[in-house]
């Protein structure tokens, strides 16, 4: 049978996402990407926020046509189905099965199951009869091919697993989920809901998984989890995420290290200096801010203040040269006054981020901050975003010409563009490169100019 995949939302449901398609390739499944020959439909899903969920919706209809055509099964996953799977199953009877991300230890043997079911409900009068002579001329004890080979995959009592996962980011790079869950519990967010308590993986394992890929070819890794700064601490009893990023960085193949999402208060010293002596980590934090006045913070339920982010940026800045600093911010936390956003905005224009994404408030069902007073109108929501942007369009074209002339070391992705170290794949720009450079290979390029959030430069 024929396998399409969609996944939403971020890197980190990605990588289940891979997980089930190493899972039916394993038994033998074709994974296509056209959803006109799929005979089944996974979509895993984000519900993170009101819009990921309008998407997964959306998403979800748009698949549900191709049962019209050539689709017998669509099975929908994931984080939305985490959240209203009850709902779902109600409002959405175009769907199979819905299978929550806390059933994943039972994932493959419900798909088997409902697979099976369909099959058998869907077959001709006269394949059925073929079938049943053919069965009948057979030993007693002996079942069909089809039925063996379900019933060994159900026994099999197959799993999720990181080292079976099929990489579907290309041959440039990878992600390594590193940890699962959160623990921070901000006031605004449903993930530790979603997601569960943050949990490690084990440092042997992750290496593990590390090496595989760097002997497949994959020069860059990107480590992911929704707090990497905590790596360690629930297994271990300390932050271990700088000796991790040291051991992978001595793994031979490996030339670009980069890990995302750590907070402020859990940048540790060691870190720094991981990041500032480690020639093959790149020189980047992604760090998420969400707000810099003391009061909204506390309300965030955030465990840094205003001056610790300064102090921390100012820090990151003088100990590593050319680092480069990307965070988000929220607008429109309820409560959020004019006097709290002024400080926000004032803070963007002396930070000066080199990356900046921005997000309005949404109100979460099932979180403390859906519950406070003084929400904040949509519309005023929506000026403080553009406000913020505005200025960070501006603040970025100034930090874009502050390169032209520089020689960066780029990873080709494509005889048109590649990535510098200041660019994470499908959130930051790319470089246009002019000259010959074979694709996942390194070259030296000297930036000659840039257009919006992309530089233009020429192999050396």
């Known amino acids: 049978m024929k396998i399409g995949f969609v996944s939403l939302g971020c890197s980190k449901n990605l990588v289940?996402?891979?997980?089930m398609i190493g899972l039916f390739k394993k038994n033998n499944y074709e994974i296509v990407n056209d959803p006109q020959q799929a005979d089944v439909i996974v979509i895993n899903t984000c519900g993170f926020i009101e819009p990921a969920k309008e998407e997964a919706i959306n998403t979800i209809l748009e698949m549900a046509e191709y049962k019209k055509q050539n689709c017998k099964c669509l099975i929908v996953?994931?984080?939305?189905?985490?959240?209203?799977?009850?709902?779902?199953?109600?409002?959405?009877?175009?769907?199979?099965?819905?299978?929550?991300?806390?059933?994943?230890?039972?994932?493959w043997e419900q798909i088997e199951q409902l697979i099976n079911n369909n099959i058998k409900l869907k077959k001709t009068k006269s394949i059925e009869n073929e079938e049943k002579n053919l069965a009948e001329n057979k030993n007693n004890n002996?079942?069909?091919?089809?039925?063996?080979?379900?019933?060994?995959?159900?026994?099999q009592n197959e799993k999720l697993d990181f080292l079976n996962r099929v990489i579907s980011t290309g041959e440039n790079y990878a992600y390594i989920r590193i940890a699962e869950g959160c623990n921070n519990f901000c006031t605004f967010c449903a993930i530790p809901y979603i997601r569960g308590r943050f949990t490690s993986r084990k440092v042997e394992d992750i290496l593990e998984e590390a090496k595989q890929l760097a002997q497949k070819g994959y020069k860059e890794l990107i480590i992911i989890a929704q707090d990497t700064s905590k790596y360690g601490v629930d297994i271990y009893g300390k932050p271990m995420l700088a000796e991790l990023l040291h051991k992978i960085s001595e793994i031979d193949g490996i030339e670009w290290i980069r890990f995302l999402y750590t907070y402020p208060e859990t940048i540790t010293d060691e870190l720094i200096e991981e990041v500032k002596n480690n020639d093959k980590i790149c020189k980047y934090f992604d760090i998420p801010m969400q707000h810099i006045s003391d009061r909204i913070l506390k309300k965030m339920n955030r465990k840094s203040t205003g001056e610790s982010?300064?102090?921390?940026?100012?820090?990151?800045?003088?100990?590593?040269?050319?680092?480069?600093?990307?965070?988000?911010?929220?607008?429109?936390?309820?409560?959020?006054?004019?006097?709290?956003?002024?400080?926000?905005?004032?803070?963007?224009?002396?930070?000066?981020?080199?990356?900046l994404g921005c997000f309005t408030y949404s109100k979460e069902e099932g979180t403390a901050a859906s519950k406070m007073e003084n929400q904040v109108h949509p519309m005023t929501k929506k000026k403080r975003y553009n406000k913020i942007m505005a200025l960070q369009q501006q603040i970025s074209e100034e930090?874009?010409?502050?390169?032209?002339?520089?020689?960066?070391?780029v990873l080709v992705e494509s005889s048109k563009n590649g990535r510098t170290y200041m660019d994470v794949p499908d959130i930051d720009?790319?470089?246009?490169?002019?000259?010959?450079?074979?694709?996942?290979?390194?070259?030296?390029?000297?930036?000659?100019g840039y257009k919006e959030y992309d530089l233009i430069g020429e192999i050396m």
């Open 16 to 19: 289940d996402t891979e997980m």
């Open 77 to 107: 996953t994931g984080c939305l189905v985490e959240r209203y799977k009850d709902d779902l199953i109600k409002s959405l009877p175009e769907v199979d099965l819905f299978i929550k991300f806390s059933e994943y230890n039972t994932l």
């Open 142 to 155: 002996n079942t069909s091919k089809e039925q063996r080979t379900i019933d060994n995959h159900i026994n």
């Open 309 to 355: 982010i300064r102090n921390l940026i100012t820090k990151s800045r003088k100990e590593i040269p050319g680092v480069v600093i990307r965070s988000t911010l929220m607008v429109g936390f309820p409560g959020e006054t004019e006097e709290d956003f002024e400080e926000l905005y004032e803070f963007v224009k002396w930070a000066r981020l080199d990356k």
């Open 399 to 409: 930090n874009m010409k502050k390169h032209i002339g520089r020689t960066l070391k």
């Open 429 to 448: 720009g790319v470089i246009y490169i002019k000259g010959k450079a074979k694709p996942n290979t390194f070259v030296n390029c000297k930036v000659t």
